[in-house]
């Protein structure tokens, strides 16, 4: 009876679809069609007879019907992803804009312990973080470059991308020299100054987990849960 249900389901949308074309009742596009079209000159009670004398055989089938359209489905839903992107893709091309002061990423330095360490490596991290802290800078973690073309318009793409790269680089170093401050000692600085780079959106995996061994070591456990 499912068989039967399912080819008759089947057929019907093998009817709506061929009206939409001005063709013949059973003109269709798609190989699936002409199989329903086939199928549709088989009666009832020979449908029901199959299904008795071949039952696996018919499960079989069904299955085979059902996975066609599932890959139908998701070839078609990449096609309009794929469209989707296309003409969002166009849209930023076209877009004009500008970059606002306040769009820029102020980094608080002065918030940071600096100054606790002479190692010498420790020393030149610290001037390559306040030079570049000096610079503009953007968060661009997770925007595609066309949603940046979009936001800052394509004439300012080039600006905007070097402005996030600037970030990307000094949040890098900020998470080198906070995580060396621990091993020289400065534990309790060193997971403050970790605290500040997780709130200005730092999602670097060994910023997190120097973190959540200082709590763990500290047996600060309900930090560690949060």
């Known amino acids: 009876h499912l068989f039967c249900t399912l080819f008759h389901c089947l057929l019907e949308k093998a009817k709506n679809q061929s009206k939409n074309h001005a063709r013949t009742e059973y003109t269709c596009y798609d190989s699936s069609y002409y199989f329903i079209a086939l199928i549709s000159f088989i009666h009832i009670p020979s449908l029901k007879g199959f299904v008795m004398a071949f039952p696996f055989l018919a499960i079989f089938i069904v299955f085979l019907l059902a996975l066609y359209f599932r890959f139908k489905y998701l ?7 794929e469209q989707d992107f296309w003409a969002h893709e166009q849209k930023a091309r076209s877009s004009v804009g500008s970059i ?5 990423i102020v980094i ?3 918030t940071f312990p600096f100054g606790l360490c002479e190692d010498q490596e420790m020393v030149d991290c610290e001037n390559q973080i ?3 802290s000096e610079q503009k ?3 661009l973690t997770g925007i595609t470059n066309t949603d940046v073309k979009l936001k800052y318009g394509v004439n300012h793409f080039d600006e905007a991308v070097a402005a996030g790269e600037r970030y990307d680089e000094l949040i890098g170093l ?3 020299y906070a995580i060396a401050l621990d091993d020289h000692g400065f534990s309790e600085e060193s997971s ?7 709130g200005l959106g730092c999602d670097r995996k060994a910023v997190w987990i120097a ?4 709590y763990a070591s500290h047996t600060r456990y309900d930090k560690l849960e949060n």
Do not use: A, C, I, W
């Open 137 to 139: 800078l953007l968060n």
């Open 100 to 104: 606002k002061e306040e769009d820029y």
């Open 174 to 176: 900020l998470s080198k």
């Open 192 to 198: 403050k100054m970790l605290e500040s780079l997780v």
């Open 211 to 214: 973190l959540g061994k200082f």
């Open 75 to 81: 070839r078609e839903k990449r096609e309009t992803q």
């Open 108 to 110: 608080p330095l002065s």
């Open 130 to 132: 306040k030079t570049l």
